[in-house]
């Protein structure tokens, strides 16, 4: 079902996300936001959070067609709980977008690279990849997160 995205200054986007338990991704709750995840993502969005569906989950969607990152299957990765363990010391700069703030685009210093870990929507643990931050996923994963 497509959702309403949420728009800067909602109380839901400042409020920290709840980690979902492992044993619960499979759970029908969860499946439902990462289905509304799914169809809510607009053509010209490469990312989607939770939160931006108002729903107060550590879980993002990555349009990953035009990446590198080939851990999934597919056009599209969610990414549960995910996490940087590790980010380099330089940093590089490219602007950035959110639908949750339509129109308004802004010049973003972030790690050149990240060392990230996560779990994909059917449960499968992914620990310690390592993404360039030229990679779109790097970008996603420092945006949404």
């Known amino acids: 079902m497509k959702h309403k995205i949420i728009q800067f200054g909602h109380p839901t986007l400042r409020q920290n996300s709840a980690e979902v338990p492992e044993a619960c991704i499979a759970s029908t709750e969860i499946q ?5 995840l799914k169809t809510t993502l607009p053509d010209n969005g490469i990312g989607l959070a939770a939160p931006q569906i108002n729903q107060p989950w550590r879980i993002f969607l990555a349009d ?6 080939s851990q999934s299957a597919g056009r599209l990765s969610i990414c549960v709980n995910p996490e940087v363990t590790q980010a380099s010391q330089n940093l590089v700069s490219d602007w950035e977008g959110c639908l949750s703030a339509p129109g308004l685009w802004g010049k973003v210093a972030r790690p050149e690279s990240v060392v990230v870990s996560f779990t994909d929507e059917f449960g499968n643990r992914y620990n310690d990849i390592e993404l360039p931050v030229a990679v779109t996923a790097a970008y996603l994963l420092l945006n949404e997160n």
Do not use: E, G, Y
Not at 64 to 69: A, F, L, P, Q
């Open 32 to 36: 439902d936001v990462i289905q509304t």
């Open 64 to 69: 990953i067609s035009n990446t590198d990152w």
